[in-house]
Nanobody, 115 residues
Framework: QVQLVESGGGLVQAGGSLRLSCAASGSRYSINAIGWYRQAPGKQRELVAIMTRSGRTNYADYVKGRFTISRDGAKNTVYLQMNSLKPEDTGVYYC?????????WGKGTLVTVSS
């Protein structure tokens, strides 16, 4: 089992920045990839960024150049640095971890970008 706890969401003006954190605990050594998804009101959950165990990253086109995923192994934490935020970035951001056996989700953190 893997537990994921997100933090760092909040209200920010367009053009501003936020950094989200995802703290992983439990059987974290089983994780092959960890990343961030988001769900805007009335829309489906979508991939934002993901990082594999080897450190390879992949970003959704709409965040490339603005968001950066990173990790701190010593703290078992994955970050999502979000810059140049837009109102359309508003939504609940979820941390996701994939192992061979299962997919794990955090409870999410709300990001609201005002225009």
């Amino acid at each position: 089992q893997v537990q994921l706890v997100e933090s760092g969401g909040g209200l920010v003006q367009a053009g501003g920045s936020l950094r989200l954190s995802c703290a992983a605990s439990g059987s974290r050594y089983s994780i092959n990839a960890i990343g961030w998804y988001r769900q805007a009101p009335g829309k489906q959950r979508e991939l934002v960024a993901i990082m594999t165990r080897s450190g390879r990253t992949n970003y959704a086109d709409y965040v490339k150049g603005r968001f950066t995923i990173s990790r701190d192994g010593a703290k078992n934490t994955v970050y999502l640095q979000m810059n140049s935020l837009k109102p359309e970035d508003t939504g609940v951001y979820y941390c996701n971890a994939e192992s061979i056996q299962a997919t794990y989700w955090g409870k999410g953190t709300l990001v609201t970008v005002s225009s």
